[in-house]
T-cell receptor, first 116, second 112 residues
């Protein structure tokens, strides 16, 4: 398994500003993912962040809006830039690990962002 | 386009009343199917990964099964603490790796 922490757990930001979310894992992992969960909706993948390479973004998400860093095998950051109320959401970090014969994907507790 | 549909959207059970949640999928290439439990205000909690049709996995009162087109999460004699939203996700190929595509979830409420 993997234990994931995220900072901050929640924040209220003004439109036009940016928020950087940190994700820390208790073990080294290759694959890290960032998801968004809008109110009442399920999870949508923003990007995949592998250490040593550029993040891969899903359709509808761009690097200028959601820059990602992955400096080592236990840490990543997601920045949500030029905030608008539509960015109000929960942002979740996730990692994939090899369990007992199967791959398992674990999630952090999430960062609740409110944009005013 | 890869799609995951969960039904029902919401389910109310009495304590001890067994039932099943459904996850049907249409994907280009299934690498695996994941089940999660999510409590309000928390991140999803990993439950199971299934890889092939006919596979079954169990954890306490939960049992997950997989066919070629759908998966079921069976809940036997549920308790109020089983109340949560249950999410299904399919793992599909993406470039040189994989990604998860999630359904919208089934919100389960178990009344005492």
């Amino acid at each position: 398994s993997a234990v994931i922490s995220q900072k901050p757990s929640r924040d209220i930001c003004q439109r036009g500003t940016s928020l950087t979310i940190q994700c820390q894992v208790d073990s080294q992992v290759t694959m890290m993912f960032w998801y968004r969960q809008q109110p009442g909706q399920s999870l949508t993948l923003i990007a995949t962040a592998n250490q040593g390479s550029e993040a891969t973004y899903e359709s509808g998400f761009v690097i200028d809006k959601f820059p990602i860093s992955r400096p080592n095998l236990t840490f990543s950051t997601l920045t949500v830039s030029n905030l608008s109320p539509e960015d109000s959401s929960i942002y979740l970090c996730s990692v994939e690990v090899l369990g007992t014969g199967t791959y398992e994907q674990y999630f952090g507790p999430g960062t609740r962002l409110t944009v005013t | 386009e890869d799609q995951v549909t969960q039904s029902p959207e919401a389910l109310r059970l009495q304590e001890g009343e067994s039932s099943s949640l459904n996850c049907s999928y249409t994907v280009s290439g299934l690498r695996g199917l994941f089940w999660y439990r999510q409590d309000p205000g928390k991140g999803p909690e990993f439950l199971f990964t299934l890889y092939s049709a006919g596979e079954e996995k169990e954890k306490e009162r939960l049992k997950a099964t997989l066919t070629k087109k759908e998966s079921f999460l069976h809940i036997t004699a549920p308790k109020p603490e089983d109340s949560a939203t249950y999410l299904c996700a399919v793992q599909v190929p993406q470039g040189g790796s994989e990604k998860l595509v999630f359904g919208k979830g089934t919100k389960l409420t178990v009344n005492p």
